[in-house]
């Protein structure tokens, strides 16, 4: 089974490195790794070709954004299961791949997610926040809930049945995708209880307050497009007691490795 994982940056130079690194490190090789840069203009290529050992399949021009870039990704895969690792993201640890593949043995099974934990953007070996999901249930979207997009995996015949990321939405792509998939196409999924994916605190969802209000308002009418039933009261109530209490706990086993 080939696992396709999609980076897609612009101007990492500061964080690529780790993110190529903690690929190089998979115990499961039978994967590929696919780099979309939006034309950086810091060192970001030079970074890429300097990391010894690390292959991938690099496509260096402008876009429209992160979801057209992930789109292009999506384009170019050639393998069974799709995932996405952010340029300032990296792998929680060697055998993230490889529970993927295990868990992919199940023929019938067509996507799956798992915890997330957001580290300080100074010392990542610092959590700050842990996003610790839990099994989907239908209608769970229309509370506010969503799968870390980060570690959600999805077989390459799910994105040619259904389409990729809607370019319509700027900073929420991931939710209406996800959302329409699960809530509305209703593939199957399973959820994996563990640590896939460490992020870096100031992407560019939660860069400004700007941002963060943007990205709610994106959501909402994500909500309303696919028609799922709820208030907006409802369902920012929800979506607030989610976002505090990733404050509150803490992963099971923390990763302390340096990775610097």
């Not at 021009?61 to 340029?87: C, H, Q, S």
């Not at 991931?174 to 992407?203: C, H, N, Q, W």
């Amino acid at each position: 089974m080939k696992i396709s994982v999609i980076t897609v940056c612009f101007n990492a130079a500061s964080t690529i490195a780790d993110t190529l690194r903690s690929v190089l490190q998979q115990t499961y090789r039978e994967f590929e790794h696919i780099i979309i840069d939006g034309s950086s203009t810091d060192n970001t290529l030079e970074i890429i070709a300097s990391v010894e050992g690390h292959t991938c399949r690099l496509v260096c021009e402008p876009d429209r954004g992160i979801y057209d870039a992930m789109n292009k990704g999506i384009a170019l895969a050639t393998g069974d299961i799709v995932g996405f690792l952010n340029a300032d993201d990296f792998y929680a640890g060697s055998d993230v791949l490889s529970t993927i593949a295990t868990v992919f043995a199940d023929q019938f099974l067509d996507s799956c997610y798992g915890d997330l934990c957001y580290v300080s953007q100074k010392n990542a070996i610092k959590t700050v926040r842990y996003w610790r999901s839990e099994d989907f249930r239908p209608g769970a979207f229309s509370r506010s809930w969503c799968p870390p997009h980060p570690t959600f995996y999805v077989r390459r015949s799910i994105y040619n049945r259904h389409g990729g990321f809607d370019l319509s939405y700027k900073i929420a792509a991931d939710f209406e995708l996800m959302a329409r998939y699960l809530e509305r196409k209703k593939i199957s999924t399973i959820y994996v209880p563990k640590v896939l994916v460490k992020m870096r605190l100031g992407g560019t969802t939660n860069r400004s307050f700007k941002n963060v209000l943007h990205q709610n308002q994106e959501i909402w009418r994500a909500v309303q497009d696919l028609k799922l039933k709820t208030s907006l009261f409802k369902f920012f109530v929800f979506k607030l007691f989610w976002k505090i209490s990733q404050f509150f706990k803490h992963p099971k086993h923390e990763d302390t490795g340096d990775r610097r």
